[in-house]
């Protein structure tokens, strides 16, 4: 399942667009090859989703899930159609946006707390002030670990993989399989 969380306005245009994510006939081939042969992996794609609203896409594995996730938050562009976000074009990676894939990704010789820290450290505006706001920075990832019940193991090794995209601050929040299996 996939799960599509919107969080709060952050209008970068003095108007309220309709939908905050919206996808007008959206078709993906995964190369030119495939694009050629019209083989495409998600084909028109119509969805309007307005502020505040969740939806869950349910559908077997290799429906397309994962698919519409990457395109949602620009790291796959369509072949055809447009993806506009708070009324703005999908041109490229969302910084708005964070992700959560099935698979934990994680970086297994960092503590939870650090790879909850990891985005902070490599995503722009916050990298440029990490070192001068680490201590902020950490307060806020191990109060974010405590919120998912995660209290006490921020200096545990291969925890936390899912919680990492909650250290930035999102507006548009996706998570691909959202009910989890525990950690094993």
């Keep these: 399942m996939l799960a599509l969380f919107y969080e709060k306005p952050t209008l970068t245009s003095p108007h309220t667009p309709a939908s905050f994510v919206e996808f007008q006939d959206v ?49 796959k562009m369509p072949s055809k159609g447009r993806i506009t976000i708070d009324g703005a074009p999908v041109t490229g990676p969302l910084k708005i946006s964070g992700m959560a894939f099935q698979a934990p990704s994680l970086l297994p010789w960092r503590t939870t707390v650090d790879n909850v820290l990891l985005p902070l450290e490599i995503v722009e ?15 806020r990832a191990e109060s ?8 006490g ?26 009910h989890p299996h525990p950690a094993t």
């Design 144 to 151: 974010l670990l405590e919120t998912v019940g995660l209290q």
């Design 153 to 178: 193991f921020g200096e545990l090794v291969r925890k936390g993989a899912r919680e990492g995209h909650l250290a930035v601050r999102i507006t548009l929040e996706i998570r691909d399989d959202p």
């Design 125 to 139: 505006p916050y990298r440029s002030s990490f070192r001068a706001k680490k201590a902020e920075y950490r307060a």
């Design 27 to 75: 078709w993906l081939a995964y190369n030119d090859e495939l694009l050629a042969q019209q083989n495409f992996a998600v084909e028109a794609i119509d969805l309007q989703v307005r502020q505040g609203e969740f939806i869950a896409i349910v559908g077997p594995s290799g429906c397309g899930k994962s698919t519409f996730m990457k395109l949602t938050t620009g790291l």
